[in-house]
């Protein structure tokens, strides 16, 4: 298992911190701050595959092959475990660090659809911000 410190934390602030950099940059035409922002998306995004494919959103011990498995509802939605309700927010995080990655390479060439894709990257970021803590919030 992960500490919450790493499943939780990391994210938040770093989302917090890539979209107030990157709307600070926007705001103030200052191309470095976007390009800041966008690579600290990227990073978590890197952050959230290694998180994904090394494991550590799998809890420990969680199903047992012993059970016989019934006509019943195996699992209800607050019996889930944070780690299985951070996986589809963790693939989130990774999808939209590749299309922030893809903004970062149009802004540095300077090309028009750069601005779309900040704009989608940060739509996304600032959904994912939101859905982390309604996940969280259904402990």
Known sequence: M???????????????????????GW???????????????????????????SGMLVPESFFESTGIVDDEIM?????IPIEGR????????TVNGIIAMAAFIT????????KT?????CVIAILMFFGLLSAVSNN
């Open 2 to 24: 992960i500490s919450n410190l790493f499943i939780l934390t990391i994210p938040q602030w770093s989302i917090f911190a890539a979209v107030t950099v990157i709307i600070y």
């Open 27 to 53: 705001v103030e035409r200052k191309k470095s701050f976007e390009l800041v922002g966008l690579a600290i998306l990227a990073l978590l995004a890197v952050f959230a595959g290694w998180t994904i494919f």
């Open 75 to 79: 699992l209800a939605p607050d019996e």
């Open 86 to 93: 951070m996986l589809p927010f963790y693939w989130g995080i």
């Open 107 to 114: 802004e540095w060439k300077d090309l028009k659809i750069s």
């Open 117 to 121: 894709l900040k704009i989608i990257t």
